[in-house]
């Protein structure tokens, strides 16, 4: 007689034990975010968008995905004067334990040139900071070797002067601080010495 009370209140208990487990696991859609130096992040997941703050190096979104529901974390909006990547941001939840993307970001980078006039011998050589470029005789424009991030200075010079020719970075043209586009302004006349 006791063991048939028992059997009810067990399949009971079993019943309210599974009942409380509340059906399918669910995950967050996190990860981390690195070098992001300026504001305007915002990432994208299945209808929700997620500003990440500059410096921010973490996130996680609101909305909790359910095994075996897809993912995929875009870019609604780049950050300001960077560019961003993600690794590992899409997927279907319960593959792995963890969702976790990862975010790199890196400041825009522009290059630096301009305009030559009177070049008609080998060995002019500019430099900007610590990074040498070697012109071609007859030319009539360059491009520096390296570029320049955004908000950071550049300045070109002459560093070795051509056989029989003085050339000059024409005042104003050579020195600034690189904007969201490439430099082209950067002015240089060669005379005869």
Known sequence: MKLSCLRPLAALLLTLGLAACGGKASYDVSGTVSNLNNNGLILANGGEDLPIAAGQTAFTFKKRIDYGTDY???????????????????GSAGHYINISAAVSCSQNVYSVGGTISGLTVEGLQLINGTVTTTV?????????????????????????????????VQPGTGSGTMGEAKVTTVKIACNPV
Request: with cysteine; glycine share 12%.
């Open 72 to 90: 995929n974390i875009t870019f609604k909006q780049q950050p300001a004067h960077m560019t961003c990547n993600i690794s590992g941001g899409s």
């Open 136 to 168: 071609a005789k007859d030319a009539t424009s360059f491009t520096m070797v390296g570029d320049v991030a955004y908000g950071s200075t550049y300045g070109v010079s002459v560093t070795a002067q051509p056989k029989g020719l003085k050339c000059e």
